[in-house]
């Protein structure tokens, strides 16, 4: 499907020419202004995660026009690559526009393709934080996530690498991923969190419970896999006969949806293409109706 919101070229003057900005703005941490809609940059790497990106070019393509359609939250991880992410963030655009946030993460060791070993050991998370701090050339991260709980290693080590780190001045605001409510409380009597990132789409919302905590202690909440499985995007689906009606793509009307759902929502959709990126991107000017806001809704 063709949208009819394709995003503006470069040049042109206006508010369109940085839809990200019409996401609206959150405040992360109570003092990084960001716009709601990111950019997660897992996908810019190699065939399962893993290695170096197909067309380096494009990849590098892909961050330089995020940020000039406005994203100014870019999310990584060390074990993206790994640490191939990271690197290709710093070589597309370091030095940093003022304003741009980089959030990565922690806590995870990569064997191989598509294999994914958890270690929350504290020396492992420490020299992971020095490696991000290193490959993107940053004094301090703005938003550090701790990727998985590690159930081998006591909760209070892992949180409590993350607080020194942030008494260090390596890190400024700490963020969570894939955690149940409690275990986010459990955490902030430990060291202060801003954050939370677990799996949520239109048709995946079993975290429902977390996303709802966020709102009401105001932290945000970015949804990893915002479009959900493909066939949520087929053509019988609830999301593509609204897209249909609104002359725009079933994944726009997906990120549309995450934007109204909650105010404290960051949905941070990747790719690897600018083409997909610039529609991803033109989500934020669609205007969803409450009727079709709630057929989705329902239908999940």
């Known amino acids: 499907m063709t949208s009819s919101l394709g995003a503006q070229p470069a040049g042109n003057a206006g508010l369109d020419t940085r839809p990200a900005a019409r996401s609206g703005t959150f405040l992360l941490g109570g003092d990084l202004p960001v716009h709601r809609l990111g950019f997660g940059a897992m996908r810019l790497t190699g065939k399962g995660i893993w290695g170096e990106p197909r067309d380096a070019r494009e990849a590098i393509a892909v961050l330089r026009r995020a940020v000039e359609l406005g994203v100014n939250l870019i999310d990584t991880a060390d074990s993206y690559g790994p640490e191939v992410s990271e690197r290709l963030i710093a070589e597309a655009l370091y030095p940093y526009p003022q304003g741009l946030v980089i959030a990565t993460k922690a806590g ?34 703005d938003l550090y996530q701790l990727h998985r709980i590690d159930p081998k290693v006591p909760f209070a080590d892992q949180l409590g690498t993350f607080r020194r780190l942030q008494e260090e001045g390596k890190v400024r605001h700490v963020g969570l991923s894939e955690v149940s409510v409690s275990e986010i409380e459990r955490a902030r009597k430990i060291v202060p969190i801003v954050s939370v990132q677990n799996r949520y789409s239109p048709t995946d919302r079993q975290h429902e419970g977390v996303l709802d905590h966020c709102e009401r202690e105001k932290m945000a909440f970015l949804p990893w896999y915002p479009l959900g499985a493909g066939a949520a995007l087929r053509s019988s689906s609830p999301l593509a006969r609204v897209a249909a009606r609104l002359h725009a793509t079933p994944a726009q009307v997906a990120l549309a949806w995450l934007l109204r759902r909650s105010p404290v929502m960051l949905p941070i959709p990747g790719t690897s293409s600018v083409k997909h990126l610039e529609e991803n991107v033109a989500a934020a000017l669609l205007e969803l109706p409450t009727g079709d806001f709630e057929e989705i809704a329902r239908a999940s």
Do not use: M, V, Y
Not at 113 to 119: A, I
């Open 108 to 141: 995870f060791q990569r064997p191989g393709p598509d294999q994914w070993k958890t270690n929350g050991r504290p020396e492992h998370l420490r020299a992971s934080c020095e490696g991000s701090l290193r490959r993107l050339k940053l004094e301090r991260i």
